[in-house]
């Protein structure tokens, strides 16, 4: 893949992951909010409240997942700088273009994509 393209992928992808992430971040405060602004489940009928448990802990998953796919991204903006973009962590060949096309940030080839890789 071209460098000059995958640093454009991977610099929009994380522009919309900053921007999602900050819908995140907002989403999570506010269910914060109406969970510990409450009493409790005192006085609220208990699906009510489960609800509101169930809102706070989906935001905390998304702002999570957002922080690992940004993570993932930011990654790959260094191996970039590094000059290995586009070489399997594993076995060092080359990626091929197709998988980085889908995914820019993979950091291994298709034989190795559920190998974990430690950065």
């Known amino acids: 893949m071209d460098l000059d393209r ?5 610099t929009t992808e994380l522009a919309e992951l900053d921007e ?8 999570r405060a506010e269910a914060s909010a109406d969970t510990l602004g409450q009493e409790g ?5 208990p699906a009510d409240y489960g609800t509101e448990v169930n809102t706070s802990m ?8 957002i922080e690992e796919q940004r993570r993932r991204i930011i990654d790959a903006v260094e191996r970039l700088d ?6 399997c962590a594993v076995c060092h060949r080359e990626i091929d273009d197709e998988r980085l ?8 080839c298709r034989e190795h994509a559920d190998t974990p890789v430690v950065t």
């Open 82 to 87: 590094a000059g290995t973009y586009g070489r």
């Open 41 to 45: 489940a005192l006085g609220q009928h």
């Open 58 to 65: 989906e935001a905390e998953l998304s702002v999570d997942t």
């Open 6 to 10: 995958a640093r454009k992928m991977l």
């Open 101 to 108: 096309e889908a995914r820019p940030e993979a950091a291994t």
């Open 20 to 27: 999602r992430a900050r819908f995140a971040e907002q989403s």
